[in-house]
């Protein structure tokens, strides 16, 4: 398609959860690229609140990400 598509579900729920993290982050004085975070929940809107974390200054190599089968990682075989 040639014009943007947004999906609510993973993209609103970025959105309004980016804002509560910022806000935490105001209110507790500290800095995005010093935190770690940690989903619970590996679905599309994990995902997508994910990268828009990053986007906003979140340091990948602090998220970690679970699902029913554990930490998500790369060549995780149980529940691929």
Do not use: W
């Amino acid at each position: 398609m040639n014009i943007p598509v947004f999906h609510n579900d993973q993209h609103g729920t970025a959105i309004i959860s980016g804002a509560a993290l910022l806000n935490a982050l105001e209110l507790t004085g500290k800095d995005i690229g010093e935190v770690r975070l940690v989903f619970s929940g590996g679905g599309a809107s994990a995902i997508a609140c994910t990268r828009y974390y990053i986007g906003l200054g979140l340091d990948p190599e602090k998220v970690i990400m679970v699902d029913s089968k554990g930490v998500i990682y790369a060549g995780r075989e149980e529940g691929t």
